[in-house]
């Protein structure tokens, strides 16, 4: 158990659906990463927030948002959703200046 | 842009052989490197990590040592087990800059045959 949780485990919804991700990170953790992993990208990192501060963005699509609140749980809201959305999303931590991150056991989102 | 290039999989091998998995990396400049490991139906742990040239991180008998003039964290593992089935994933971050994200290789199934 890394310390990380992620809900829901499982998410199924419809093309052009919203749908709200939400993580928290390790006890002590101010970073929180967002990755996507699916079966034609691999793992791409999405957003990563410092402290309730946007730090990083990578492929993230402007239909994806996120944010951090102050007791430093993290959301990532997906909109209008497509079919090729479709994948596991993973949330991450880590201690603040560190490298190492820990990873939640991710929600897989499926949508028909 | 940084990227990391892993062997392609699967690879199948029977207990107690040999692994090798390898792994490069392209950096502009002195990354970390890690490998992390995916069993069925669960998320990412970390396995092991190495910070600088010619560090070797080792776990649970896998091991890989960060070769820079080479550009290289290949895994190595002497005796494998039926329960090292996974999905084995290179990975790097940039150490000193703005974010630590990592950018990962596309992962390599690894099947141990009893």
């Known amino acids: 158990d890394s310390g990380v949780t992620q809900t829901p485990k499982h998410l199924i919804t419809a093309t052009g659906q919203r749908v709200t991700l939400r993580c928290s990170p390790r006890?002590?953790?101010?970073?929180v990463y967002w990755y996507q992993q699916s079966l034609d990208q691999g793992l791409q990192f999405l957003i990563q927030y410092y402290n309730g501060e946007e730090r990083a963005k990578g492929n993230i699509l402007e239909r994806f948002s996120a944010q951090q609140f102050p007791d430093l749980h993290s959301e990532l809201n997906l909109s209008s959703l497509e079919l090729g959305d479709s994948a596991l999303y993973f949330c991450a931590s880590s201690v603040t200046g560190g490298s190492e991150q820990f990873f939640g056991p991710g929600t897989r989102l499926t949508v028909l | 842009g940084d990227s990391v290039t892993q062997m392609e999989g699967p690879v199948t091998l029977s207990e107690e052989a040999f692994l090798t998995i390898n792994c490069t990396y392209t950096?502009?400049?002195?990354?970390?490197l890690f490998w992390y490991v995916q069993y069925p139906g669960e998320g990412l742990q970390l396995l092991l990590k190495?910070?600088?040239?010619?560090d070797k991180g080792s776990n649970k008998g896998f091991e890989a040592t960060y070769r820079k003039e080479t550009t290289s964290f290949h895994l190595e593992k002497g005796s494998v087990q039926v329960s090292d089935s996974a999905v084995y994933f290179c990975a790097l971050s940039e150490n000193g800059g703005a974010t630590n994200k990592l950018i990962f290789g596309t992962g390599t199934l690894l099947a141990v045959q009893p």
């Open positions: 190495a910070t600088k040239a010619d």
């Open positions: 006890s002590g953790d101010l970073s």
């Open positions: 950096a502009t400049g002195y990354p970390s």
